[in-house]
């Protein structure tokens, strides 16, 4: 603890988080109802994590838009929908936030996504939430997308935690040729298959014969990570012809892409249902991060014309560290233990790892400090949460944090720029208040120049690095000069 100018003690960040992971691990944390997580009387839950892919924030039925998702809106109606819920600008620092309960940049993931080329991974010291379920007794499978590590087979999800997988390891593949720069990506745990289809027509079968398949003898974690709304804007041409309104093509196979992925959650629930674990069941839904407003983070495939993704009221998108990069749709349903309301309550997407494990009863013994926090009354009642701070991200080149209502955006890297917002009097970031708030500036700052001290290298730096000096000459065939003369 250390001294605050009044002479008051108070409990420092990191000192929070440690004792949060403790009480975790001691069973202290409250469940549902204010009664014990997994206590003797109530059996573990089944949990459906499910995760959209560059969806924007206001591409939801339930915020407003044209595309239709009746299946998500059926979920948020009965369920809480979280306004204010984080994750981080990009796809893979996001999926390793969820899956290890701690920002990315304690382990290298803070910059970018993991290339195709990347021969780095979430680090296999890390516990992932799937292996510390599995070790609470769960039956676990991933259906969908990995990208957290695929050069290795120690990467691979089989070999993290995960009892099934089905899908693609890389991050953007060819929606129905199932490859990555013509490699094909496309697995059955361990094993290549070849397949057709549109993957995430696939992907939403195969999570509700994942359902279908379960032995309740076990408590099921089904994570399942669409591909869509992701690049190539690519979909089914019964899914096209549904938005045969929409003029703009990238628009049309946006919509259809939400579309398929909608009626993929309406068969996981449906096959809920039929198997009576519905009452049981915990969903979370949302996505890897903000919708696409520049071509700079589009992917790899090159995208001719307008982008289509919406996030509504918020600034920018994916790979910006503003609200329309980080705060994204999402929502929990649980029949009878979340209460139907808008839930305005800050969660980070790290919160998921400790929240999810005190309701499985997981004993938190071999992760490392959590920057997560259990936030299931946040969830289920709309009761504060414990979070007052969201870290953005940090990085050596930029930084951003809020805490309450105050957000500092910090270009470091040359020319320099500091923005700062009050996000309860401007959600959109349009006042910059840096000149008139000195000293929220500077509190700020030094918030960001902490969390950096205990920085890990960015993998993605030290990857391109490895590319630029030490990769072999790429030199023509020496057959070819005879061709060229003097």
């Not at 094909?184 to 290549?192: H, I, Q």
């Not at 709304?229 to 929409?246: K, N, W």
Request: with cysteine; charged share 25%.
């Amino acid at each position: 603890m250390t001294a605050s100018a009044g002479g008051r003690f108070r409990i420092s960040r990191r000192q929070l988080l440690a004792g949060t992971a403790i009480a975790l691990a001691a069973g202290n944390l409250v469940g549902p109802a204010g009664t014990r997580a997994a206590s003797a009387q109530d059996a573990p839950p089944n949990i459906v994590y499910i995760v959209a892919d560059d969806m924007g924030w206001g591409d939801a039925g339930f915020h407003g838009s044209d595309i239709a998702t009746p299946n998500l809106d059926a979920l948020a109606k009965d369920g809480a929908r979280l306004e204010q819920f984080y994750v981080q600008p990009m796809c893979t620092p996001t999926r390793a936030a969820l899956m290890t309960g701690r920002y990315p940049l304690r382990y290298g993931l803070q910059i970018g996504v993991i290339p195709a080329a990347g021969t780095y991974a979430v680090p296999t010291d890390e516990y992932l939430l799937p292996q510390a379920l599995q070790d609470a007794g769960y039956s676990t499978a991933l259906v969908g997308k990995w990208h957290l590590g695929h050069a290795k087979p120690e990467f691979w999800p089989r070999q993290r935690g995960f009892d099934r997988f089905y899908g693609a390891l890389v991050g953007e593949i060819d929606h129905f040729k199932h490859s990555s720069h013509g490699v094909a990506d496309w697995y059955r745990d361990n094993t290549p298959i070849e397949e057709d289809g549109f993957d995430n027509s696939l992907f939403g079968d195969e999570a509700a014969r994942v359902v279908r398949d379960h032995d309740g003898a076990k408590p099921l974690f089904l994570y399942l990570a669409f591909t869509a709304p992701h690049t190539p804007f690519q979909a089914p041409q019964d899914y096209l012809d549904r938005f045969g309104h929409i003029e703009d093509e990238n628009r049309r196979a946006y919509a259809a892409m939400i579309s398929v992925l909608d009626d993929g959650v309406g068969k996981v629930v449906a096959e809920l249902e039929k198997r009576g674990m519905r009452d049981n069941t915990l969903i979370v839904f949302h996505s890897d991060n903000g919708g696409v407003t520049s071509s700079l983070f589009a992917g790899d495939t090159k995208v001719a014309g307008s982008l289509p993704a919406s996030n509504g009221p918020y600034r920018d998108g994916k790979g910006t560290l503003y609200e329309g990069g980080t705060r994204v749709v999402a929502l929990a349903n649980w029949p009878g233990r979340i209460k139907p309301a808008v839930v305005e309550e800050m969660i980070h997407v790290v919160d998921m790892y400790p929240t999810i494990a005190g309701l499985a009863g997981a004993a938190m013994k071999k992760n490392k400090p959590l920057d997560g926090i259990d936030v299931w009354a946040a969830l289920a009642e709309g009761k504060p949460s414990p979070r007052s701070e969201i870290v953005y991200n940090i990085d050596p080149m930029t930084g951003a944090v809020r805490q309450d209502d105050w957000k500092l955006v910090w270009k470091a890297a040359l020319p320099q720029r500091i923005e700062l917002f009050n996000l309860r009097d401007d959600k959109s970031e349009t006042k910059d208040l840096a000149a008139r708030h000195p000293e929220k500036v500077a509190a700020l700052k030094a918030r960001i120049e902490e969390l950096a001290a205990d920085m890990a290298p960015p993998l993605l730096l030290t990857e391109a690095v490895r590319l630029t000096f030490y990769a072999p000459p790429v030199t023509a065939d020496p057959s070819l000069l005879f061709s060229l003369g003097d």
